[in-house]
């Protein structure tokens, strides 16, 4: 199976997974404030367990959604790993707590992949946005702060240093770094779009057009302009070329791959262009 397909199709049974189980906590939940005693439903093991089902299926998702569009493979597939992990230890605590001193580990266990089973994603799903060449540090910056925050975290789960005040006000700032530059990426990933589809719509194209009138020859300019011997009004609108997945600007790209999936899109015959480097058009006359 190609390695699309399979994580198409794992990414739909993860889908349907997530719809499931917060489906099951909803109806649960209903039935719980009804006669949650005569059923059976007041025990939280089973809130516990469809809990942890769900974040493991939440994190698992976004892993698979790198990973279908091809970012960060490696780290995905940790991710889904750690993910699975996750879900088991959690569903052995809440169903078997008293384990005498296997119970701390596996409760230090579950945390360090729990954190690892959110970094994962995380670190995946940055590179999606495309900052712009003059902040391209944004990106490595941010994944640099994301990992020191997930060591930094899996370091207190497993030293225990909670005498040592210092560390945690580490935390705090590097998890504030890593939230803003969570929240800037997309930011200027939209307003690089923004500034692109600008700069394709103001570029100065022209199309050598028949007057469909009177038959008059000439090359004309995109956007509204007139029939120099007949006078009749003709508008020449540009259709960017987009990836068939993403839906992504092609204009002036030199790779032969779409930049934000990942995609090929020149693996077949290019339409052919208007004026030299120039995007497809059309025109009416009216």
């Known amino acids: 199976m190609p390695a699309i397909e399979f994580t198409s199709r794992l ?8 719809i499931a189980s917060l489906s099951v906590a909803a109806l649960m939940g209903i039935l719980a404030f009804i006669a949650g005693e005569q059923l059976g439903l007041a025990d939280f093991r089973l809130h516990g367990t469809n809990l942890a089902f769900a974040f493991a299926a939440l994190t698992s998702l976004a892993c698979a959604l790198a990973l279908e569009r091809g970012r960060s493979r490696w780290v995905c597939r940790v991710g889904l790993v750690a993910s699975a992990a ?18 701390d580990f ?6 360090v992949g729990a954190t690892w089973a959110v970094y994962c994603p995380h670190f995946a799903l940055l590179g999606f946005a495309r ?10 910056a941010t994944r640099g702060s994301a990992t ?20 945690f006000r580490t935390i705090g700032a590097v998890a504030t770094l890593t939230l803003l530059g969570t929240i800037t990426l997309p930011a200027l990933h939209w ?9 394709v719509a103001t570029t100065a194209l022209e199309v050598q057009l028949t007057c469909p009138r009177c038959g008059d020859a000439a090359v004309r300019p995109a956007g509204r302009s007139a029939c120099g011997k007949c006078g009749l009004c003709i508008r020449l609108e540009i259709e960017e070329e987009r990836c068939p997945k993403c839906n992504y600007v092609l204009y002036q790209l030199t790779s032969d791959r779409c930049p934000e999936c990942g995609a090929p899109v020149f693996d077949r015959p290019r ?16």
């Open 148 to 167: 020191l925050l997930a060591v930094l975290i899996m370091y207190v789960i497993v030293i225990d240093p909670w005498e040592d005040e210092m560390i």
């Open 191 to 199: 307003i690089g779009m923004m500034q692109k589809r600008s700069e």
């Open 271 to 286: 339409p052919a262009a208007p004026a030299a480097g120039g995007p497809e058009g059309g025109a009416s006359a009216g």
């Open 11 to 18: 990414k739909q049974a993860l889908l349907w997974a997530l």
């Open 131 to 140: 900052p712009g060449r003059a902040l391209t540090w944004v990106l490595p």
């Open 106 to 111: 596996l409760a230090r266990a579950a945390a």
């Open 86 to 103: 996750t879900f088991t230890l959690n569903v052995t605590l809440i169903w078997q707590p008293y384990l005498g001193d296997l119970t």
